[in-house]
């Protein structure tokens, strides 16, 4: 019931403490305006921490531009207020005084003891404003705020367009149809300044698109959002934390957990009022179908795991929840676990690793725990923060640098100086498209080579290392060749490839010495049923 009613239930420290360490924050002119209107103690409060989140901020240059238009009002009205303020009670007064003229004639209306009551109150009010001290005196010919929010948001600031008559144009061409946002504004601001919620609006959605994590939604009269179109890329292959409701592919392209990933995260954008979905707090998992041969799978014994078109599923884990000695760059360790529909299962699951022929059996906890067994995966809730602030690898930013997880802006090509021509096989990594092939995680492209001497690579001295210096003599292998291999020297390519055969067959020799490994490993994986063949 909790998970179905997020909005009602106490956030745990760990909750809050997730939320301020990978958020961004982003704002808009009012809330740069309103430090004018704070105390000075509130307003160096409030600054004092953005220096500190300088590094997880950003502003859309439409918000800083209308910031300084702006900034000049506000002080002017705070500095007018001293004045204006006692002019006003006077106003009252003088008001109150002539309103009361209807009732003097009537002799128990004490008419004087009452306006000067009210004259009272008036010179307590000059007195107080005349001895307060001057909050924004000094502004705007010396402005500490502004100067600080240069310091803070340097290099934090969105760029403009560079045509903003094209921008203006269909800025007015919404307005015209009624379609929001801004279109209200016409009835209340004037020439250019009209157009402000429409550039605001198309700069969010640069900032989407820079990362290709991008969706088109729909502003509503009441101030509400609608998601028309998300994307899936790089979400796609992930298996549905809920299922979708009956006949929604045939209207969508997308399942219904991707629409509502973005409806969280567009009003995040925004700085609208959200709340998470409940599946939120569920692992994230990947659906593998054995369609291929895997070398891997070679650990795991004969069984009935190995069987043409099982399915199972395999966790994704948390870069700091692998368990202790295991590098999560290390491509040997891949996690699988029987599969199944069942969500709530998800967390208790057993998992064991396809390289380890003598694999422990993992455990998923959210909570880690030193144990050497116990593997903390990635949640919804953390995928859909590191989802929206994935840099565009293949693109430059409009600086011509590399782009960073808030970079915005029309995206620049990206140049490079090639060096050695290195042939490669035709085939591309599939898996972020695919990802149901086991035989696509761990995808490495043929390289082809000139004839001429090479070198190992890390992996490959890693299991030569391994590997007792005899047994390469003992099959012919030469001493000082197998010595030049392990360090780094360049050696003819036959020779290696006669190296890495031998190790291959004492890996072998390794794994059919292991008594009976596939016994134990398919009753981790035994499950569901599909097409006929059990897992």
């Known amino acids: ?188 601001k004037k020439d250019f300044h009209r157009y402000g919620d429409v550039v605001l609006w198309l700069q969010l959605l640069d900032y989407s698109v820079a990362g290709k994590r991008y969706v088109l939604y729909e502003k509503k009269d009441d101030g509400d959002i609608e998601i028309v179109e998300p994307k899936a890329h790089g979400l796609g292959y992930f298996y549905p934390p809920k299922d979708s409701p009956e006949r929604w592919e045939k209207d969508h392209d997308v399942p219904k957990w991707i629409f509502e990933l973005w ?97 422990p059996t993992y455990r998923l906890k959210f909570d880690y725990e030193d144990d050497g067994v116990s593997v903390s995966p990635v949640n919804f809730y953390q995928l859909a923060e590191s989802y929206q602030n994935h840099p565009e690898a293949k693109s430059l930013g409009p600086d011509g640098k590399p782009c960073e997880f808030d970079t915005c802006g029309l995206l620049q090509r990206a140049h490079i100086l090639a060096g050695e021509h290195i042939p490669i096989g035709k085939e591309s990594d599939r898996h972020w498209e695919e990802g149901e092939d086991i035989s696509l995680l761990e995808f490495k492209a043929i390289r082809y080579q000139r004839r001429g001497k090479v070198t190992a690579t890390p992996e490959q001295l890693e299991r030569i290392e391994e590997v007792p210096k005899r047994e390469f003599i003992r099959r012919g292998i030469n001493q000082h060749t197998l010595e030049k291999i392990c360090s780094q020297i360049p050696v003819r390519a036959s020779k290696l490839a006669k190296v890495l055969k031998v190790l291959q067959q004492w890996e072998l020799e390794q794994q059919n010495q292991t008594p009976e490994p596939g016994l134990r490993l398919p009753q981790i994986i035994a499950g569901e049923r599909t097409n006929g063949a059990s897992l």
């Open 1 to 188: 019931m909790r998970t179905s009613y997020p909005g009602y239930t106490r956030r745990t420290d760990h909750d809050l403490d997730k939320l301020w360490a990978e958020c961004v924050f982003a704002f808009d002119a009012s809330a740069l305006l309103d430090l004018y209107r704070l105390t000075p103690e509130a307003r160096d409060t409030v600054l004092n921490i953005l220096d500190r989140l300088k590094e997880r901020l950003w502003l859309p240059h439409q918000a800083g531009l209308e910031y300084h238009d702006n900034r000049i009002q506000v002080i002017a009205t705070g500095l007018c207020s001293y004045s204006r303020i006692p002019e006003l009670a006077r106003d009252i007064a003088k008001s109150y005084r002539k309103s009361l003229d209807t009732y003097r004639q009537y002799r128990w209306v004490e008419a004087e003891r009452w306006v000067g009551l009210l004259d009272e109150t008036v010179k307590k009010i000059e007195d107080t404003i005349s001895k307060q001290e001057r909050v924004l005196g000094g502004f705007p010919e010396r402005d500490p705020v502004e100067e600080k929010l240069n310091k803070i948001f340097d290099g934090k600031v969105g760029p403009p367009y560079t045509d903003m008559h094209d921008i203006y144009v269909r800025a007015e061409q919404r307005l015209q149809l009624s379609i929001p946002p801004g279109f209200k504004d016409a009835a209340t």
């Open 263 to 359: 409806n969280y995260i567009v009003r995040g954008a925004l700085g609208m009022k959200r709340k998470k979905p409940s599946w939120f707090e569920l692992p994230v998992m990947m659906k593998i179908t054995l369609s291929t041969p895997h070398h891997a799978l070679q650990n795991l014994g004969k069984c009935d795991l190995t069987r043409p078109h099982n399915f199972m599923m395999m966790p994704k884990i948390s870069p700091f929840g692998y368990p202790p000695g295991v590098n999560p760059a290390n491509p040997r360790f891949t996690l699988i676990t029987r599969f199944t529909s069942n969500r709530e299962e998800w967390i208790k699951s057993q998992c064991i690793n396809i390289h380890d022929i003598n694999s």
